[in-house]
C-alpha cells in the first residue's frame, strides 16, 4: 500500500477521519478533502495529512481537485467516498419534504460519488488496479431511524451506483464496494439523535444489536482498508453491513 496515493473524503466527520488515518497507518499516501474552512484545516492538522478543499457537489470543483492532487501527490488508485450525511436536516412528514433540502441531500451523497470517480477513473484503468469505497448506511437497505426521505432515498441511490460501478470498472482491475454502518457516534448529528432516544430507546436500539454495543469509526475504518487491500481483489458489487449484527 505505500506505492499508491488513497484520497479520502468527509474527513471533518469521525468515520472519514478514522478511515484516512488506518489508510495512513497501513502505509498509505493519503489526502484527504471537505468542504473548504476551517474545519477541513482542523481536521487535516489533526491527522497530519495534506488537505484539498473542494464542494464535491460542483463538477468543476472536482475536476480542479483532480488536477491538483494528481500534480502535487501523483493519480490515486483509492478512492473511499465517506462525504455524506443528513445536511443538518431532521425527518418531517412527506408533504413538508422541500425541493431543495432533497437536491442538497442527493449532491452529497450521490452527485459527490459520480462525479468524483468519474475524474479518478482513467488514471486506475491505465494503471489497471483501482479501488473504490462509498459508505452508504443501512439506510440504504431499509428504511432509515432518521426520518429523512431524502437520505434514504440518497443510500439506497448509492448502493445501485455502487453495483453499476463495479458491473463497468471490474474488467479493468478495479473494485467497488460500499461499506454500510450500522448506528456509530462519529458527528454531531448522530449524537442529538442518540440523544432524542432518551434512555428506553437507546437500550432498545442496544438490544437489537448481536453485539451489544454501538460501533465506533474505527470499526469502519478496518473494513475500508480490508476493501482497499490487494487481499480484497476478487470482491466487488459487495455491500458491507459493518453493524454489530443488526441487519
Not at 36 to 52: M, N, T
Amino acid at each position: 500500500m505505500s506505492a499508491r496515493t488513497a484520497l479520502v473524503t468527509g474527513v471533518i466527520g469521525g468515520i472519514g477521519a478514522a478511515i484516512a488515518a488506518r489508510l495512513a497507518a497501513d502505509g498509505a499516501r493519503v489526502v484527504v478533502t471537505d468542504l473548504p474552512g476551517g474545519a477541513l484545516d482542523a481536521a487535516a492538522d489533526r491527522l497530519g495529512l495534506p488537505a484539498i478543499a473542494a464542494d464535491l457537489g460542483d463538477p468543476g470543483a472536482v475536476r480542479a481537485l483532480r488536477d491538483r492532487l494528481v500534480t502535487d501527490h501523483g493519480a490515486p488508485a483509492m478512492l473511499v467516498n465517506a462525504a455524506g450525511g443528513v445536511c443538518n436536516q431532521v425527518g418531517t412528514p412527506l408533504e413538508d419534504v422541500e425541493p431543495d433540502a432533497w437536491h442538497r441531500i442527493f449532491a452529497v451523497n450521490v452527485d459527490a460519488t459520480l462525479y468524483l470517480t468519474q475524474a479518478l477513473v482513467p488514471a486506475m484503468k491505465a494503471a489497471g488496479w483501482g479501488r473504490i469505497v462509498t459508505i452508504s448506511s443501512g439506510a440504504g437497505l431499509r428504511p432509515s431511524l432518521t426520518g429523512i426521505h431524502a437520505y434514504t432515498a440518497a443510500k439506497h441511490a448509492l448502493v445501485g451506483l455502487t453495483k453499476q460501478l463495479s458491473l463497468e470498472l471490474g474488467r479493468h482491475g478495479i473494485t467497488v464496494n460500499s461499506i454500510a454502518p450500522g448506528f456509530v457516534l462519529s458527528n454531531p448529528a448522530t449524537r442529538r439523535q442518540w440523544e432524542a432516544y432518551g434512555p428506553d430507546g437507546q437500550a432498545q436500539l442496544i438490544g437489537r444489536i448481536h453485539t451489544r454495543r454501538l460501533g465506533t469509526p474505527e470499526d469502519i475504518a478496518a473494513a475500508a482498508a480490508f476493501l482497499t487491500s490487494d487481499d480484497a481483489g476478487w470482491i466487488t458489487g459487495q455491500i458491507l453491513g459493518v453493524d454489530g449484527g443488526i441487519t
